[in-house]
Every structure is written in structure tokens, then in C-alpha cells.
């Protein structure tokens, strides 16, 4: 569905805009795609058992899966990044930051596939972020922040787009539907680091925020951060 001008998302069980296994709403992320002149970045690729699908969505709005040139990832869950190894195998260029990279290149349990009872294919990432770096992709600056905590990995990326902040926050921030957070059930979860991320997160300007499940926020993004950050000083201080 179309989100903003050029933005839409393309998976997403949660919404039943993809759908791996009948009654499964956690097996795909949302994954979104940006249309830009020189072609497509898509952020997250679901959990790849929906490729078809996320590819039909792209169509259905008038683009094609072959324009493809990036795939940013926010994490290496196998919702998120399970698909991944099928995009590489098309020769589109992945970035992620530096734990994420080690992860689904290693393809080992920090990609959860116990969880979904699926085995990760490993895949490589082209170019690794730092926290604060920038890059410039297909003419969009895009900003890297590393907010570990729901996984090592986990990095949020933000732009300007028709003069507002937009930041895609994977499972930093959980769904309302769902709970403040993200899952807790990762190998790599951690409390502490989850806590200094949310702190710095609830610093940032955010005019929408595309999360990894459930709804967009057109409003209140940096109302529903600092909402979490109470929750996690409540529920995680020592
Ligand atoms: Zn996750």
C-alpha cells in the first residue's frame, strides 16, 4: 500500500499484506520501498517463503521488482532478513550495520530461525554503517543510527522526504497492537543496550515512523518513543 508519495509497503503478514503460513502475523515484517528516478531501495525483505508476494505488491503499484537496487536491513531476524540471499542472488546491493552483516553472513542463530522453525540462508552485505553515518543511495540521504537492544543489530535509517523526518525503526519500537518492544526471545537480546538506545531514540525529531510490524505512525512517533523509553526505565532498571 502506498504510504507517502514513492513510499509504499510491500509485506507485512501483520496486515495481511503478505502471508507465509495460514494464521502466521509475525513471520514477515513490513517491508517498504521508496521509488526514486534511478530506481528502488527496499528496507527489509520478509522472510523470502513470500518473495512472490512482496514482488506482486511491487508490480501492483506500478514498479518493478527488477529496479531493485538496494536493500537496506534493520536487523538480521529471519523476518526481516530471511529473504535476503534470494535478492542477493539477483545482484541487488544490501547495507546494513556491522552486527547485522556479521550475522546473516554467518547465518547462525542470531537470525532466529528456530523460532519460525526455518533454516537461514547466509548471504553477504555490501556496504556496512556505522552509527551516524550517512550515504547517499540513488540521489536520498539516508542516516544509520545503531540502536541495539531487541537484537545487537537492530539500526534505524532516516531521511527527509517532502520536507518531513521519515525514520524506519525495525523492531525498536514494538507494534501498539503488541506490546512497547520488540520481541525479547533473541539470542542477542539485551536490556541495558536496549535502554541507552531507546534514551537516545527518544532525542530524535521524527515526523513518521515506519515500523518493522503493525501501524505507521503519521503522527505521534516521538510521543510513542518516549512512551516506550518510560516503559523500559519502569519495567528494566536495575
Ligand atoms: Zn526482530
Redesign the pocket.
Known sequence: MQLLHNIFQVSGDLVGLTVDEPGAIWNDCNSYVIRLEEGLLLFDTGCGDTLDQLFANIRYWGMDPADIRYVFLT?A?Y??AGGGHLLKDLRIQFVSGNETADAVGKGDKRCCGYLYHKVFTPFDVDTVLNDGQKIVVLGLEIEARLMPG??MGCTIYSFVWEGKKVVISG?VIGTKLSGDF??SGSIDFCRTKYLDSLTQMADLEIDYMLP?HGMVYFSGAKRRVEEVLNTALMEWRQ
Open positions: 536487523h531476524h523476518d526481516h531487541h537484537s523492531d520488540g520481541w518493522g
